[in-house]
């Protein structure tokens, strides 16, 4: 069992950074490709970036690309994601992720952390 715990949202005016953070515990975080998903009021949950186990892989959704970082630090059991010029548009729910290499599915998720980007 994996649980996740994300921390670094916020309010940010537009063309602001967030940087988010998830902590992982209860297993062997390194297994795990670990993502990141948001979810805008009234629409439903999207990929956002995913990170390989060892960081040598990342994958963005397009329309994120060249905004958004996603990193890992194995030894602290953290994922991150570094958001850069952010626009309204990018307000959501920011959920972490994380699955066994081999799985197709994400069965370890956070509870969310708020990002809110004013105008």
């Known amino acids: 069992q994996v649980q996740l715990v994300e921390s670094g949202g916020g309010l940010v005016q537009a063309g602001g950074s967030l940087r988010l953070s998830c902590a992982a515990s209860?297993?062997?975080?390194?297994?795990?490709?670990m993502a990141w998903f948001r979810q805008a009021p009234g629409k439903e949950r999207e990929f956002v970036a995913s990170?390989?186990?060892?960081?040598?892989?990342?994958y963005y959704a397009d329309s994120l690309k060249g905004r958004f970082t996603i990193s890992r630090d194995n030894a602290k059991n953290t994922v991150y994601l570094q958001m850069n010029s952010l626009t309204p548009e990018d307000t959501a729910v920011y959920y972490c992720?994380?699955?066994?290499?081999?799985?197709?599915?994400?069965?370890?998720w956070g509870q969310g952390t708020q990002g809110t980007v004013s105008s």
């Open positions: 992720a994380g699955r066994a290499t081999k799985s197709i599915m994400y069965d370890y």
């Open positions: 990170i390989s186990w060892n960081g040598g892989s990342t």
């Open positions: 209860g297993h062997t975080f390194s297994n795990y490709v």
